[in-house]
């Protein structure tokens, strides 16, 4: 044993080395990018020849993993909570085949926003994927709980949800790690090969069966031991803390909680364990990171004779991270005496860096823009989308990953023109390509533009998938030649850059304008790994 | 006994290698340590934080509660004032003067000052004229970490000198040597 230093995604990186894994497949995304990040890194990985490039998008990663399991292998996928949406389709259905070798599916939430557009809880993809989900609530249990995550995936032929929220992911503490890693799993295919299969026939079969093991991924819940019920003095409620929470509550009572504590880190619910807090105590507080979801479970719909409250009621806020000081409102306590917060310091909001192609490549856009009153812009996911603050107010919409070039072609075929999607090249290989195979097929007249900075800037610079192939891609998906532009974005060149702009604008089908310039904070790296 | 320090700046600053240095030194001591750090948008030039939290007995939260603060450590002086509900009230603040101006709406220096002097208990340096000073320009923020030396109750300035030696090692003796230089220049200029 050596104790280490490690962020949550550290931890949990380094315990499914440790258990043997042979391949990570994510796409960035704050704050599951270090877990990748990590194993890029580590000699082991790389001793261990264990496959970490990125992912086009979280799909691709969730498939990729799934097959990697069937060739009996550990595999892991990584992701922020939205790209859960993103893989759904094969998520869901991998509880469906079932499991080979070991399949681990990381989702990151970031309850309170601090780097994304919404704060949906990945534990309720598990619920009705019927899947079992963990939830840790440290770095050690981080590092522990990923290789019972495997064993058991293993053992009931499941893959697992690992559900992360942003103070665990990025939180650093003393970890005690193995000296030893599991060897990996030699190749074996699944002793059932129907269950990979899911025509209906075979599906309908599965489903029962996936049913039937529900109940006891659900024995596993109590008996594994990350569960675990501590008796208090004081009967006036009952606690149920869910992951992260138990530390804010612990925090208030570090002589120990006087309240009958339910600490859940494993899921499907142990509906044993609540109901032996219930029948004791008829008030019930329920503490979660995320959205209510298990409050809601116990409120239901018809009257109980207990009072349920958390989230719902008011007792916690409705929306955001829990923090040390809202769980202590919550139990009863005193505030501790606080300063006035300054009314001088204003907010500081984040802001394209000076000197980045993003930059003039709005500056360009905006003055082409201004001569078109009805021209609409619809923008994506990405350090780009900081050019809807100030200065720039470049653009009226950002919605989702690849949903720049969809929507500018519904308001096409509705009408709009100008209509112009602005997207990056990560987001463009990660979802905005088949948008643009649509837009072909439509001969919709809009203008994508691609802000290739040649990085997946805004997660801290990872490859781009299609970096060195975007003109290639948007003709082979039937751009016409001509209309596929290509334009440096710097000021010696606006005059350039709006005269394409406008061209492609006035041009009544499909085009795409390529801006491409090295993100400065890449080509600064690059510059000082070469003159090492 | 446990201490409680905010690291503040605005993304770029380079908080984090002042966090990797503390931290190092916490593990050597077999103490227990959470920190919890920004990453992410914020760090486009935004302000960011992180919070620190040393123990010699378990430490649940990663976040440190409102009021607890000991020390609030900032390389910039209006994020320095951002933390004020978290400060104990015995709580200190080490602070850069320097402002970084990236908003149009950014106080005035008389407004921060008047605003830190109602705190008190304040060390503020310069820091990025002292590592001009020992010619090492770009090491202000082992400036800063040095004057948070003076009241890092639970490391000592020897201690931290090993964990620049650690952390910086890999690069070379050359820049370990600028970055302790820097790091005394910060602890003298505080003990005055
Ligand atoms: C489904 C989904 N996955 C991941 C993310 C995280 N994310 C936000 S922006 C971004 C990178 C965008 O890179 P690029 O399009 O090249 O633009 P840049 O930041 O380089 O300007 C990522 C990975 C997300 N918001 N949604």
């Known amino acids: ?532 | 006994m446990k201490q409680d320090i905010i690291l503040c700046g605005v993304g770029g600053q380079g908080i984090l290698s002042i966090a990797t240095i503390i931290g190092w030194a916490a593990l050597d001591q077999n103490l227990h340590l959470k920190q919890a750090e920004v990453h992410g948008m914020s760090q486009r030039g935004g302000d960011v934080q992180s919070n620190l939290r040393i123990s010699d007995t378990e430490i649940f939260s990663d976040l440190i509660p409102k009021g607890e603060c000991n020390l609030i450590v900032s390389l910039e002086p209006m994020e320095a004032l951002r933390y004020l509900p978290y400060l104990a009230p015995d709580g200190w603040i080490i602070t850069n003067t320097q402002p970084f101006v990236n908003i149009p709406n950014y106080p005035t220096i008389e407004a921060i000052e008047k605003e830190l002097e109602r705190v008190g208990r304040v060390i503020s340096l310069d820091v990025d004229a002292i590592a001009r000073e020992v010619k090492s320009p770009r090491s202000a923020n082992m400036v800063l970490l040095g004057a948070a030396a003076s009241v890092l109750k639970m490391l000592s300035p020897e201690l931290l000198e090993q964990g620049i030696a650690h952390v910086f090692g890999r690069k070379g003796q050359a820049l370990v040597d600028i970055n302790i230089e820097a790091f005394r220049a910060g602890l003298n200029a505080a003990k005055k």
């Open chain 1, 1 to 532: 044993m050596r104790k280490q230093l490690l962020l949550g995604d550290e931890a949990l990186a380094l315990g499914a080395l440790h258990a043997g894994l042979s391949g990570v497949y994510a796409y960035p995304g704050t704050p599951s990018t270090e877990i990748t990040e990590y194993i890029q890194q580590s000699a082991l990985a790389r001793e261990r020849n264990v496959h970490s490039d990125w992912s086009a998008n979280e799909k691709t990663a969730m498939e990729a993993a799934l097959g990697a399991s069937y060739a009996g292998k550990r595999a892991l996928v990584c992701m922020k909570h939205v790209g859960m949406n993103v893989c759904a389709d094969a998520f869901v259905n991998s509880a469906m085949t079932g499991a080979n070798g070991g399949l681990v599916v990381t989702a990151c939430d970031d309850p309170s926003m601090h780097s994304s557009q919404n704060e949906q809880d990945s534990r309720f993809y598990a619920d009705f994927a019927m899947m079992p989900c963990f939830e840790p609530a440290t770095q050690q249990e981080t590092y522990a709980m990923i290789q019972a995550a495997y064993e058991m995936s293993e053992r009931r032929r499941i893959p697992i949800l690992m559900r992360l929220t942003t103070r665990m992911a990025h939180s650093r503490a003393v970890v005690e790690v193995n000296d030893e890693a599991r060897p990996q799993n030699e190749i074996h295919f699944p002793e059932n090969p129907r269950q990979w299969v899911l025509l209906p026939a075979n599906a309908r079969v599965r489903n029962e069966q996936l049913i039937a093991d529900y109940a006891s991924f659900e024995d596993d819940a109590a008996t594994m031991g990350f569960n675990q019920y501590f008796e208090g003095n004081d009967c006036s409620m009952g606690i149920i803390t869910c992951g992260i929470a138990y530390n804010y509550l612990m925090e208030q009572f570090p002589e120990g909680c006087p309240y009958p504590v339910l600490k859940i880190q494993q899921y499907p619910l142990p509906t044993a364990m609540i109901r032996r807090l219930a029948q004791n105590w008829n008030r019930i507080l329920v503490m979660e990171e995320g959205q209510p979801m298990v409050e809601r479970r116990l409120v239901g719909v018809l009257p109980t004779t207990a009072t349920i409250s958390g989230r719902l009621d008011g007792t916690l806020p409705r929306t955001g991270e829990l923090t040390p000081d809202s769980v202590r409102a919550a139990v009863g306590l005193e505030p501790r005496p606080e300063l006035a917060a300054s009314q001088v310091a204003v907010p500081r909001p984040p802001a394209l860096c000076q000197g980045c192609g993003h930059r003039d490549f709005y500056t360009a856009l905006n003055n082409v823009i201004a001569q078109y009153p009805t021209a609409r812009v619809f923008s994506d996911i990405g350090c780009y989308t900081l050019g809807w603050l100030a200065p720039f107010h470049a653009f009226h919409t950002c919605v989702e990953m690849g949903a720049s070039v969809t929507m500018s072609l519904g308001a096409a075929l509705s009408g709009v023109h100008p209509s112009v999607a602005v997207i990056g090249d990560s987001t463009f290989t990660h979802s905005g390509m088949t948008g643009l195979l649509d837009a072909v097929n439509a001969e919709a007249p809009v203008t994508i533009c691609i802000s290739d900075n040649l990085t997946t800037g805004m997660t801290g610079g990872q490859d781009s998938a299609g970096t060195g192939r975007l003109e290639a891609i948007c003709r082979g998906i039937g751009v016409k030649e001509d209309h596929v532009r290509v334009i440096v974005p710097l000021p010696k060149n606006y005059d350039e850059m709006e005269r394409v702009i406008r061209e492609e604008i006035e041009y009544k089908g499909v085009s795409v304008i390529i801006a491409r310039r090295e993100c400065i904070q890449t080509l600064k790296r690059h510059a000082s790994q070469k003159s090492k």
